[in-house]
Every structure is written in structure tokens, then in C-alpha cells.
């Protein structure tokens, strides 16, 4: 299994603007010296030794994840976590994929809080009556709220009109803990502390396991060794995990329903994670600002003398489960 990022930010989707380009571009040109101009081997060689916060893009759009499964895959079926403006970019992505005599989509829902739903009238393989579509919540109200933000006067097409979504759309309300079986993947679901509610899904193959647990504030009983977490979280390969806000951030902000990448670090070692993807970024951070805090997570890290690895979610990047 691997995981392919196409929308990573929180709450709405922040394009790089011109200050944050240019200022992108003066810390590059500070950095450049005349032999590193000499021939184009200098010049990559000076550009693949530029930190990740110059040369490249965490990315602006909102939380859509792609797992991708070989077997699964080659039967022109795809699985996502959340249809923030994230899946714009992954339907455009498609054009080579897909299949034209019709493909499979399974499309998983945290919450419905607009940064998760708000591409989804723009999903243009949604479109094509030979495509099939599943979508999967906890929330037995999924299909009134997907259907109504894309009626008016919010949208010009509905999502169930002649020119709305394939009619081969389907809508599976998730019981606690129920399974849903995709080839060799099992997929469940468990419920966690967010305003209104939020689901995280776990995805096992039998060899490999990831949990997707955005719009998480992780809570006490979260550490708490009770069967039903022990279940869910111990042992897992990789958890991509909600880490918007810093420690003093979050004690400001108790209950908004996100966590601190300290806290996302300490939760991951007490269930023996071995992979840890911080997720749902600060909108208002710089790419600087969030490779700050990968770094600072990997030093909180360090202070626990634990073998652990920290990645950051990056749009376009590909993790392997």
C-alpha cells in the first residue's frame, strides 16, 4: 500500500501568493554562488541541495488522501479519504488512468465540515455516467448533506440531476466498528474527538495497516489502554494524523478540535506506531513555518529516545505504507 497526498491544508485552501513566491526566490538567489551557474550539472547539483521549504510546495489545497492498491488498481478501482478541493486535483490527474469503459471510485468521509466536502461538485470523473461511485460515512444524514451543497444557490448542477452525478452513486452508512471489505483491504472506522463529530478509518492488508485520523484533539482517554483503542491503534505501520497547531496553540484552543504535533508525536509512541504523517496543516503557515515544525516534532522525538519516523504530508508526495 502507498499513500499519495493531493490536498493537505485545514480549513480552507491557501494558494502560494506572490510574497510568499518571492521571498521563496530571495532566500534561493542568497544561497546561489557563480560556480553553481557554471553548466546545468552545477546548477541541478545546487538545486537538489536546497531544503525542502524552497525547492517545493507543501501544497494549499484541502484534506483529499488517495491509498493506492496494486490489486485494486489494476481493477481501475481507487479509495479516498475526504473530497476537500484536493480531489479537483486528482480527478484532472486521471486523464491517463482512467478506464473509458467505466471506473470504480470509494470515497470515505471523516466529517462534512466544508474543507472535506467543498471539491467534490468539481470532481469531474463524478460526471460520467460510467464511472461508479461509493461513498462511506458514519453520518446516516451523508446523503441529504452531500446532495445539498449542490443544489441552489450554492451550485448551478445537482448532484442526482440529468446532468448531475453517474446514477451508479452509492451511499453506505457505517455502523461503529463495522467493516468494508476492498479486495484484500479491510477498512474500519472509529469515532474521534472533533466539534460535530469526526470518523478515522483503518485501512490492513493482512501485512501492512494505516490509519487515516484527521480533525483530531486527542483527548486522555485517547492514551487509555481500554480494548476497543488497544484494537484500533496498537501496532499499526503508519497514522496520518492531525498536528495543526503548535503546544501553546493548542492549549489556546481546547476544543476546536485539532491537536499539537507534541501531542500527535507522544500519542503515536504510546501505541507503538512506527509511522507518523503530520496532517491538516495551519492555513496560515508558511512551507518554512511547517518544516519548522517537522523538525521540531523530530526533536521532541529525539527527547523521548524513541525510534520513530516523522514525515510531513506534502501535496504530490507518495508514502509507503
Sequence with gaps: MKVLFWGVRGSFPTPLSDFQLKSKISAVLQRVKPCDLESETTREKFLASLPSSLFGYVGGNTPCVELKDDLLNKKNEYILFDAGSGIVEFGRSLNFRLNPSGNVFHIFISHFHWDHIH?????????????????????????????????????????????????????????????????????????????????????????????????????????????ENSRFYRGVGTILLDAQYTEPEAREKVNWGHSSFSSAVDFTLNWGIKKLILFHHEPMYSDSKLYGILQSARWYLETENKNLQVILAVENAEVDI
Excluded: W
Excluded at 122 to 132: A, I, L, R
Design 119 to 227: 471539491g467534490l461538485p468539481f470532481f469531474t470523473p463524478g460526471y460520467n455516467s460510467g464511472n461508479v461511485i461509493h461513498f462511506y460515512s458514519t453520518r446516516k444524514e451523508m446523503k441529504e448533506i452531500l446532495e445539498g451543497q449542490m443544489e441552489e444557490p450554492y451550485f448551478p448542477v445537482s448532484m442526482s440531476g440529468d446532468r448531475g452525478f453517474s446514477p451508479k452513486t452509492y451511499f453506505h452508512v457505517l455502523s461503529k466498528d463495522q467493516d468494508v471489505v476492498l479486495g484484500n483491504l479491510k477498512i474500519t472506522n472509529k469515532e474521534v474527538h472533533h466539534p460535530g463529530g469526526c470518523t478515522a478509518y483503518k485501512v490492513d492488508d493482512g501485512s501492512s495497516s494505516f490509519i487515516y485520523s484527521t480533525d483530531t484533539e486527542l483527548i486522555g482517554e485517547n492514551f487509555s489502554n481500554t480494548e
